[in-house]
């Protein structure tokens, strides 16, 4: 028995995460932006001519949507890796597939710098004709080329075992991690800063075009990892018994690593690397509802996208410069991890 209650954890997760979106939509440099949009919409004052609605509709709207739609994302594709290699460290972070779409990124920006009349160019073009870009593209390829690679291994006649899966994982990130090195230094000074900056994560956007996009990418992806819920908990004993009880572990590893690596290669691309969301908020609401991963998933959405709401709104309170909400998120979850991990004095984290 958890000490909240798996009813008492839902409504104390649910409670929380509409007030940390609220809260994201009343906090800012305006202060009182929110109490004003209402007074103007309620006059009935046309945004364009209200200061007030179109700050909260055009910034920090979007600015919140897109927070609450990556952290959901990155949480739930956690714990589905959490669940399906039964090891507590996988995310698609450990696993390599940010570090890969990181590059893929680098990699499409850096060809369409040096080469924007070649062949990058051209295929830059032609994915902005539907709503695309390049540097999208990169990310997922190379996401979906190392989530297939892990793939194979979890997948192989003579099954590895989730431990060395994951030390695959770490060691693919860490090559992923030099090549981004690599792209740095061949970098012009003014591709560099944008790309730096967009490296640390940031969910500052404008306008509802990537909004949109984060939102084609991570709600049918999610929707597919929360129809694997039941299945997750059979395959947390081990895949023999699951497939003994009904499941059909390929399909069910299949469809784990392709939707996942798309869904965070489509978060990546649009916001960044965001680190420890898919780590820490799916043991964390692990803590307060138990294992049931048909209560755990959906949670973890739900906090997910509070969580890095409340980064967000860190970044815009305690610094006088806005701070990338990757380096907040990092500074928050290896503290609430490490607590986590003495909570639980360090044994495994099934139960």
Known sequence: MTRLGPRGGILFVLGMTVVLVVLSLAIGVEGGAFAGAWRDWRAGIPMAESVNLQILFLHRLPRTLAAALAGAGLAVAGCAFQALLRNPLATPYTLGVASAGALGAWIAVILVGRYPDGLAGQIEFALNGVGLSLRQFGAFLLAALDMGFIYLLATRRARMSPAVLLLAGVTLGMMANAGIVLMRYLASPDLLVSMERWLMGGVAVIGYDEVTRLAIGVIP???????????????????????????????????????????????????????????????????CVGANHRVLMPLSVVAGAGFLCFCDIVTRLLFVQETPVGIVSSFIGVPVFIALMLRRGFTDWER
């Open 221 to 287: 992806c999610a929707l597919v990892l929360l129809y694997y819920a039941g299945q997750y908990d059979q395959i947390g004993f081990s895949p023999e018994l699951a497939a003994g009880r009904g499941v059909n572990v390929t399909n069910l590893q299949r469809g784990t690593f392709i939707f996942g690596s798309l869904m965070t290669a489509m978060i990546v691309a649009e916001v960044g690397p965001i680190g420890f969301v898919g780590l820490v908020v799916p043991h964390a609401v692990r803590a």
